[in-house]
Every structure is written in structure tokens, then in C-alpha cells.
């Protein structure tokens, strides 16, 4: 796993050779933006949107948010033959434990 901090500078020949990706940041440093470029280059990737998953799916809930994490990290380790790009798009603490360290590469877009 490795920290990419150059944004917007996004090297989409790095990203091709990946397979699980998660971009991080403050609200409003361009994520869900980032995230949309990425899509229109490899359209194909399966964008998983934090925000969404937990607000609407897990109703606010940590513990099934945690929960929903690890059986997506599950699936996509039972699926290794496949060369489809995961991006996880959001920043929470669950995601940090569940996700980051099953990264290829992160992506932290600050504001600054």
C-alpha cells in the first residue's frame, strides 16, 4: 500500500495497474470529482460511494456500515482472478480499518 498525495495530478497509467484503490479527504477536496474522472478512464471500475453506503444502506449504523465493509472486502478477495479496479470513495473510521490496508493505493486530496 502506498499514499498518493499529488492532486490534482492524478497519473491514470498508475491507476491501471491497480486493483483496489480508496480516495480520502476533507468534504469538498474532490473526491466524488477525482472519482468520476477515474470512471470516465476505466469504466468497468465498481465505485463504491462511502457517503451513500452509510447514510442510505446502513442507515446511519457504524456497526452494520463495519459490517457491509468487511463482506465487500470479502467478495472482492474471492474474486481475485478478476482485473475489475475497486474504488472506495469517502473517508470514515471503519473504512480505515476495513479498507486501507487492503488498498493498493490511497488517494488523501486535501484542500490546501
Known amino acids: 500500500m502506498k499514499f498518493v498525495y499529488k492532486y490534482p495530478e492524478i497519473n491514470m497509467n498508475n491507476i491501471r495497474n491497480q486493483r483496489v484503490i480508496s480516495l480520502v479527504g476533507p468534504s ?3 473526491k466524488t470529482t477525482v472519482c468520476n474522472e477515474i470512471l470516465r478512464n476505466f469504466p468497468n471500475s465498481l465505485h463504491i460511494d ?6 442510505q444502506e446502513c442507515k446511519e449504523d457504524p ?9 465487500i472486502i470479502k467478495t472482492i478477495k474471492q474474486n481475485s ?9 469517502g473517508n ?9 490496508n487492503r488498498c493498493d493505493i490511497i488517494y488523501y486530496l486535501d484542500i490546501h
Open 28 to 30: 469538498g477536496s474532490g
Open 50 to 55: 462511502l457517503d451513500k453506503m452509510f447514510f
Open 63 to 71: 456497526v452494520l456500515f463495519a459490517k457491509s465493509l468487511r463482506l
Open 81 to 89: 482472478n478478476n482485473e475489475q479496479l475497486v474504488i472506495f470513495d
Open 92 to 100: 470514515y473510521r471503519a473504512a480505515r480499518k476495513e479498507v486501507w
